[in-house]
């Protein structure tokens, strides 16, 4: 047998190899076979061996060897055998080496016990007690990836943290909502003093987990638009960010730009529109939507996500609803002018364009006398209307379509005439025309010009008669009666009468022209009524005064005096009513009689005959007029 190798060292090269050097034996005693290198665990005698390829090489690397182990090593030289009675093989145990530890190796790969999902951002992973750690246990390292199914390249590890030895959990943070990730774990074993050795295991087997779901982010492309004048329809698209599975759109509407909905529809998460309907026509709409999500199937996460913008349109015009509080007044008082008022409808329903007036008269089968608009809500009907006849009159507003009218009665009131309406006919009662004829009997006659064309007629109510009201000046402060016909003063009743210049039957406001009125023109027959105009008296004074009539009443303008001629002057101008009237044949042969007969039995004669014509009611206004003149 060979003597024993010498000079044994043993190096660890890793975690479970050692690398044993030695010196050839000195005495080979034979043809020297591979040497064979043992290692065996120091208190252990089970060996873990490696052998030279050849005879010359003195190391070898003995492998399979626990990590952070002590092992002796030794080496076994080996001669073939010269006789048959010798064994096989002669061998040689060396010395055994100073003891060497093994590099820290890893630890066998973790085993993950569970996944959970704490909330909709959080994961917690949990893992066993590790196994065969080679070494000292530096700790544990996780991991996380996004899950994909059935992908053959999967996302690379992203390393989410570093934990102590003793923690066997961790919660990850940060992650997506309703997101499934896969998480890994594995642990690290520390180096030796000279940093060797030592690392991380394989990935464990990698468990998969969901996070909750969250409330949703707003729902996209929100529209509002306006379908009718009543309706109008919000949609929408799903959010950006569902953040888990949507359980239904919440929607809310308001009609004022506030915080306080007056409105809110549940639809299903299907659902992308909603119509808000029995709205008023032309309303400012405000809107807006919702989404929320479901919790899973533990009841876990889900909730309610913001509110979009708020979306505004107004819905469409439609006919408006009625005026309210019409009422026409006549401007002047007693005018046929009418000023019509009214409220602007309470559903405008729209912008308001204009009013439409219509007014017929009720009298002559709805006749219409006037139709017309307004930009505002008033008018003003200007129209020569009947004050016998009652008329109606109808107001609607108008959008894009004309609402319904409201109507109201107008009844046409008379007033009487305003004094200083009437009085520029007073100017000129005495001063006819130059081209008017003079009167046949200026003792008893007189020219009232009536220049109308100096009143608006139209303006007031209509009139009914003109009078001319004749007065005895020297009974002017002591009147007795009014408006008396002219039978009351030759009877001696009054003194004063009216007698009528102009009737009128029409109910319609007109202008009327210029008219010369000879006054004390009638000689025939007396008439008990205002239409005689029955002689005035020689050499008297009287006021007159034009009278203007209508249903309520009369005005009269200020007198105007006149005095008549006591004789036939034949060199009076004509038309000069002012001076002194020509005597008329009648009248001389009346004055040779009054000179003849004695004044008792004149006044005797008259009296006898006024009481005569008392009893009859009628007199011969000739008669009459002869019997002031003998009088006289």
Avoid at 138 to 156: A, D, H, K, L, N
Wanted: charged share 20%; glycine share 6%.
């Amino acid at each position: 047998a060979p003597s024993a190798p010498t000079d044994v060292t043993a190096k660890a090269v890793s975690s479970n190899s050692i690398v044993v050097s030695w010196s050839p034996p000195t005495e080979t005693n034979g043809i020297l076979k591979p040497y064979r290198a043992h290692c065996t665990q120091v208190g252990d005698n089970w060996p873990y061996s490696a052998s030279t390829k050849d005879n010359t090489t003195t190391s070898v690397e003995v492998k399979g060897l626990r990590s952070n182990t002590k092992y002796e090593c030794y080496v076994e030289a080996s001669t073939t055998a010269l006789l048959a009675q010798w064994p096989d093989t002669l061998t040689t145990k060396s010395a055994k080496s100073t003891p060497v530890t093994t590099w820290p190796g890893t630890l066998q790969s973790l085993l993950i016990k569970d996944l959970v999902a704490l909330d909709a951002h959080s994961l917690e992973v949990s893992w066993g007690d590790p196994e065969n750690v080679g070494g000292t246990l530096g700790g544990f390292t996780v991991s996380i990836r996004p899950y994909v199914q059935g992908s053959v390249s999967r996302p690379e590890w992203q390393h989410v943290a570093n934990v102590s030895a003793e923690s066997r959990s961790h919660k990850i943070s940060g992650l997506e909502p309703n997101t499934r990730y896969e998480v890994t774990v594995r642990g690290y074993v520390l180096p030796n003093d000279e940093g060797q050795g030592g690392g991380y295991n394989d990935y464990a087997f990698a468990r998969s987990g969901v996070t909750w779901s969250a409330a949703p982010s707003v729902p996209t492309n929100v529209r509002l638009k306006a379908d009718s004048s009543e309706q109008a329809t919000i949609s929408w698209q799903a959010p950006a960010e569902p953040n888990g599975d949507i359980a239904n759109y919440t929607v809310f509407m308001a009609t004022k730009e506030t915080n306080l909905w007056e409105t809110n529809a549940t639809v299903s998460a299907k659902t992308f529109a909603y119509s808000f309907v029995g709205l008023k026509p032309y309303t400012r709409i405000f809107a807006a939507v919702r989404a929320a999500t479901a919790p899973n199937e533990r009841g876990k996460g889900g909730g309610i996500g913001p509110l979009s913008a708020t979306e505004e349109v107004t819905t469409d015009e439609t006919a408006p609803g009625p005026v309210s509080d019409l009422t026409c007044v006549q401007e002047p008082a007693g005018s046929s002018r009418l000023v019509c008022r009214w409220q602007e409808p309470v559903d405008k329903n729209g912008l308001i364009r204009s009013y439409k007036l219509q007014l017929v008269d009720k009298h002559d089968a709805d006749r219409v006398v006037f139709e017309g608009t307004s930009a505002s809500p008033e008018a003003t009907i200007e129209q020569n209307l009947n004050f016998d006849h009652t008329f109606s009159l109808s107001v609607s507003a108008v959008t894009i379509e004309e609402g319904p009218a409201l109507s109201i009665g107008v009844n046409l009131i008379v007033t009487k005439f305003p004094a200083a309406a009437v009085e520029p006919v007073t100017q000129h009662l005495l001063s006819p025309p130059p081209s008017s004829l003079p009167v046949s009997d200026n003792s008893t006659e007189c020219h009232i010009y009536l220049k109308l064309s100096a009143i608006d007629f139209t303006q007031y109510s209509p009139v009914s008669r003109v009078g001319v009201f004749v007065e005895e000046s020297a009974s002017a402060s002591a009147r007795t009666s009014d408006g008396m016909p002219y039978y009351a003063y030759a009877q001696g009743i009054s003194k004063s009468w009216e007698v009528t210049a102009i009737s009128r039957s029409s109910g319609v406001s007109q202008n009327m022209e210029d008219y010369i009125f000879t006054l004390g023109a009638d000689k025939g027959t007396i008439q008990p009524d205002n239409s005689f105009n029955g002689p005035l008296k020689p050499s008297t004074d009287y006021v007159v005064k034009i009278r203007f009539h209508n249903k309520a009443g009369f005005t009269e303008t200020s007198g105007v005096s006149i005095r008549t001629s006591s004789k036939v002057d034949e060199n009076s101008l004509p038309g000069d009513a002012n001076a002194n009237a020509r005597l008329s044949s009648g009248a001389i042969a009346g004055i040779v009689i009054a000179c003849l007969v004695a004044v008792a039995v004149v006044v005797a004669a008259v009296v006898l005959k006024v009481r005569r014509a008392q009893k009859r009611f009628i007199v011969d206004a000739d008669a009459y007029h002869n019997a002031i003149v003998n009088e006289l």
